[in-house]
């Protein structure tokens, strides 16, 4: 812990005076809400993780939040141990969403028609259907990866999935964050999604988000 702040504005020049690894940062706060804090210490200090601790979980908080760069999204109802292990967990390069927060994300896309001509239950494997233009510049590897880290895989989860070395999944993200212009795995799952590339899975007669 090398320091805190009452809002926005003082955690923004907190930051570039202190250049944490990690920012534990609110939504709702006076002077600067938290999002514009979040662009302002992403901007001058783009290796910092942000983990955003709320009791709102509002989806336009939760879009604006990763979309500006955050890297975890959790609410104030979190265990101190959790918290602890998210800090923690960000300042490695993961991303973190609660998980009442993963599902509300991802029920938007459950619908037929956002799955950018997805023919059957589930999403077709990468590199089977219509590549979206967002994703041209992958390969059908690297899309493959995508796929499987928009549904939740770790590294070793992948290597495991793929049959490959953990050393050859870890520059297959590399590249696709590179070639997106992704800074960590939370936007990589909203690319995912948002791309069509994934579609979550539902059981037979389950309502969407089920």
């Not at 514009?36 to 601790?53: D, W």
């Not at 939760?62 to 500006?68: N, P, R, T």
């Not at 890297?71 to 991303?95: I, N």
Request: hydrophobic share 45%; glycine share 10%.
């Amino acid at each position: 812990m090398v320091g805190e702040a009452a809002d926005g504005a003082q955690a923004v020049a907190a930051a570039r005076t202190l250049r944490p690894d990690v920012v534990l940062m609110d939504i709702r706060m006076p002077n600067m809400d938290g999002l514009e804090a979040t662009r302002r210490i992403l901007e001058h200090l783009p290796n910092c993780k942000v983990l955003m601790l709320t009791t709102f979980d509002l989806d336009r908080y939760v879009y604006s939040a990763l979309a500006i760069g955050a890297s975890g999204f959790l609410l104030k109802d979190v265990t101190p141990e959790h918290l602890a292990a998210a800090v923690r967990l960000v300042d490695t390069g993961d991303a973190l969403l609660a998980p009442s927060i993963t599902r509300r994300l991802v029920e938007p896309f459950a619908g037929p028609e956002r799955r950018h001509g997805a023919g059957g239950e589930h999403s077709a494997p990468a590199g089977q259907e219509a590549v979206p233009p967002d994703l041209a510049a992958l390969t059908p590897g690297e899309r493959e990866v995508l796929s499987l880290m928009g549904r939740g895989l770790s590294n070793g989860e992948l290597a495991a999935e793929l049959t490959l070395s953990e050393a050859t999944v870890k520059t297959h993200v590399v590249r696709i964050f590179a070639k997106l212009g992704l800074r960590d795995r939370a936007q990589a799952v909203v690319v995912a999604y948002e791309t069509g590339l994934v579609s979550p899975r539902r059981r037979e007669g389950s309502r969407p988000g089920e």
